[in-house]
């Protein structure tokens, strides 16, 4: 898909396309195209950002808690949204061990306990063996500094499947 072809979509298309470049917050789609014409990826991607960026804690915390955990009940029951569901099967997580499930489970919980928001990690940078041990080193973050790692998670988690949705064409328009 090229430039061109992202900003001549109405909001529909728009939203129905880029809804879940943030996992479950269509919202951030619907603000970010009013702010076209976008240039190529980057500059697309920098106002999904900026949004974030703009939120107060208690809107950053939501946009976490909108995602599903990591090997957690939504991928047993299915309810996965697809991006989600390719990105944990590729990193592994949906054949995990029942023992390897078990000790995901309980580091996830031990988790939201703490800092009130799930564990929010790329999996697609990770894998199945990386996912434990990152999250058991990030139990014993500071609230304040996991909020921003587990927001940079969501953004390398944007980049990913903004990359996915504009592939190779999203060359620079010659608008500016
Ligand atoms: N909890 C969590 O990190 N979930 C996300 N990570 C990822 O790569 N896809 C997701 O849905």
């Known amino acids: ?24 917050c269509p919202l951030i789609a619907a603000a970010v195209w009013s702010q076209r014409p976008f240039f190529d990826l980057e500059d697309l991607e920098k106002h999904f950002f900026a949004f974030i960026d703009a939120l107060p804690q208690s809107g950053q915390e939501g946009i976490l808690r909108c ?5 957690g009940r939504e991928q047993q029951r299915g309810t996965l949204t697809a991006e989600s569901q390719r990105e944990q099967s590729g990193a592994g997580l949906t054949s995990l061990s029942a023992e390897e499930r078990q ?9 939201r306990a703490r800092f009130g928001f799930p564990f929010v990690l790329a999996a697609r940078l990770s894998d199945r063996a990386a996912v434990p ?5 990030r139990l014993h973050c500071q609230p304040a500094q996991e909020l921003r790692t ?4 969501v953004k390398k988690i944007g980049h990913l499947r903004l990359v996915d949705l504009l592939g ?9």
């Open 1 to 24: 898909m090229n430039m061109e072809k992202v900003n001549s979509m109405d909001f529909g298309e728009f939203v129905d396309v880029f809804g879940n470049v943030i996992e479950r």
């Open 67 to 71: 995602h599903p955990d990591l090997a």
């Open 103 to 111: 000790q995901l489970e309980k580091l996830n919980a031990q988790y």
């Open 133 to 137: 041990r990152e999250l058991e080193r």
């Open 150 to 153: 587990a927001l940079g998670e």
């Open 168 to 176: 190779a064409d999203s060359s620079r328009l010659k608008l500016r």
